[in-house]
Every structure is written in structure tokens, then in C-alpha cells.
């Protein structure tokens, strides 16, 4: 089983759309999760932090369950410069690094 | 620095040379890592260092490849003999220690090897 495994992907959503992206995890034992986002050909950049009792940054909303391993991230009204690739990043097996998950892209059509 | 500061942003090179690649990271973080991504792929893990010493160099592909870090600063990572399948974006990113928080990554150095 591979350390992080995303949606496939591509999703292509119009403007003002709901989309939720989902995530799995091979490491019961990683504290720390977040999500990160990376435009095409730029480096990638933190989105925001993943906290056990869920948490919200305006339209983005991140979930954790771990008792089934399992992200997810819910962008609410979706606008066209959501369009990029979005990775699920997780404390990695050994304890010292991150693990990124291949990414879900995302295009918001207007 | 700002931001985390690579060197180059591109690189070409002749198969079979030698090259350096260079990270300054943010000051303070003592967290310092590798990652490269090839076109279209993820992110493949290289090698992380806390300090000037790096606990795991488990990602690096091959005996040709090799980093430092020096004054717990900047890192370079050494390719040598350099082969066609090294192309990719090689991606520096710093942190604070711990696990709680986030990276910060550099734009990148663009290797191609033709």
C-alpha cells in the first residue's frame, strides 16, 4: 500500500461549485497533516494545517478521521483561480519527512 | 532570507557532468530538505537534514547523488555523472523542527540533461 494515495483526479468543477477531495494514509502513527497546493510548474505552497477536530479557512475545509486514516479537503464556492493541483501531505513513516500524496488536480471552468 | 533561495533556476548539462545544486533556507529553520519531481509526477522524498546532519538519506536514487549542509544553513546536493532520467524540478524546502509544521519550499531548480 503506498504511503498516501489521493483521488485520481482530474476534477472539473464550474465556478461555484462544492468539490471534496479525499485522501488516505498508510501511517497510524503521524501526527501532523496538511494540505498543500501547487500550481503548474511552481513550487508547491502550504494551504492550510489539518487539525484532529477539523478546521476552516473561508471557503476551505479540512477533515481527519483516524480511525480510518482518511483526509479530506471541501472548497466551497469554488473560483477559477482554485484551478491547480492539490496534495495531501503526511508525516511520513520513519518520522522525519513529509510524505506527499501524487495530487488531485483541479480545474474551476467558468 | 524571506523565502528559501535556490540555485540555479535552470540547468542544462551534458550527459555525464557533474552538478551542483544549491538551497539557502529560511533563517531559522534548522529543518532542511530534498524533494525532486519530474514532469507530471509527485514529489519523490531525497533527503532531510536537521542541522548540518541528515538522519535519513534513505530517498537518495543512487551512490550518485549527494548532499551537504554546512553552518546549519545552506545545502548543496551533488549529481554526479549525470544521467538522462535525473531531468526533473529539484525542490528545497526548509522548516522549524518538530513535526507540527509546515514546509516552505523553494521555486526550484530545473534540471535537464540532454
Known amino acids: 500500500r503506498k504511503e498516501v494515495e489521493q483521488d485520481p483526479g482530474p476534477f472539473n468543477v464550474p465556478e461555484g461549485a462544492t468539490v471534496a477531495f479525499n485522501c488516505t494514509y498508510s501511517n497510524s502513527a503521524s501526527q501532523s497533516f496538511f494540505w498543500y497546493r501547487q500550481d503548474c510548474r511552481k513550487e508547491p505552497k502550504l494551504l492550510m494545517s489539518v487539525y484532529s477536530s477539523g478546521n476552516e479557512d473561508g471557503r476551505f475545509t479540512a477533515q481527519l478521521n483516524r480511525a480510518s486514516q482518511y483526509i479530506s479537503l471541501l472548497i466551497r464556492d469554488s473560483k477559477l483561480s482554485d484551478s491547480a493541483t492539490y496534495l495531501c501531505v503526511v508525516m511520513g513513516n520513519y518520522g522525519q519527512n513529509f510524505v506527499f500524496g501524487p495530487g488531485t488536480r483541479l480545474s474551476v471552468l467558468p | 532570507g524571506a523565502g528559501v533561495s535556490q540555485s540555479p533556476s535552470n540547468k542544462v548539462t551534458e550527459k555525464g557532468k557533474d552538478v551542483e545544486l544549491r538551497c539557502d533556507p529560511i533563517s531559522g529553520h534548522t529543518a532542511l530538505y530534498w524533494y525532486r519531481q519530474s514532469l507530471g509526477q509527485g514529489l519523490e522524498f531525497l533527503i532531510y537534514?536537521?542541522?548540518?546532519?541528515?538522519?535519513?538519506k534513505s530517498g537518495l536514487p543512487s551512490d550518485r547523488f549527494s548532499a551537504e549542509r554546512t553552518g546549519g544553513s545552506v545545502s548543496t546536493l551533488t549529481i554526479q555523472r549525470t544521467q538522462q532520467e535525473d531531468s526533473a524540478v529539484y525542490l528545497c524546502?526548509?522548516?522549524?523542527?518538530?513535526?507540527?509544521?509546515?514546509?516552505?519550499f523553494g521555486s526550484g531548480t530545473r534540471l535537464t540533461v540532454v
Open positions: 537534514f536537521q542541522g548540518n546532519s541528515a538522519p535519513d
Open positions: 524546502a526548509s522548516s522549524f523542527p518538530g513535526q507540527g509544521y509546515g514546509y516552505t
